[in-house]
């Protein structure tokens, strides 16, 4: 499924809520705060709640890339070239 998928899923969201163009900076706290979560569901090994974190910290980078419109997919593909040259490529 294409990356796109999920970010126009996440677009429309933001749409449907009246919240497009609000902005980068709450969005980054919201991510920093997920991420605090990540980090405490780790330390005491709690999965379930790992991927309760890791989605919404996801479903908030797809707002962000619908909000600049970018080309995750092209940006994946770059990136996936990008690894196997640095670290696979002997």
Do not use: C, P
Not at 21 to 44: C, I
Not at 64 to 80: I, N, P, S
């Amino acid at each position: 499924m294409s990356l796109h998928t999920y970010r126009d899923e996440a677009g429309a969201f933001l749409a449907s809520m009246g919240a497009q163009g609000e902005g980068d900076a709450q969005k980054l706290a919201w991510l920093e705060e997920e991420f605090a979560l990540l980090r405490e569901a780790s330390a005491v090994g709690n999965d379930a709640r790992m991927r309760h974190q890791i989605y919404d910290m996801l479903f908030l980078l797809f707002e962000l890339a619908a909000e600049h419109d970018f080309d995750l997919d092209e940006e994946w593909r770059v990136g996936a070239a990008r690894k196997q040259e640095k670290y696979l490529k002997k």
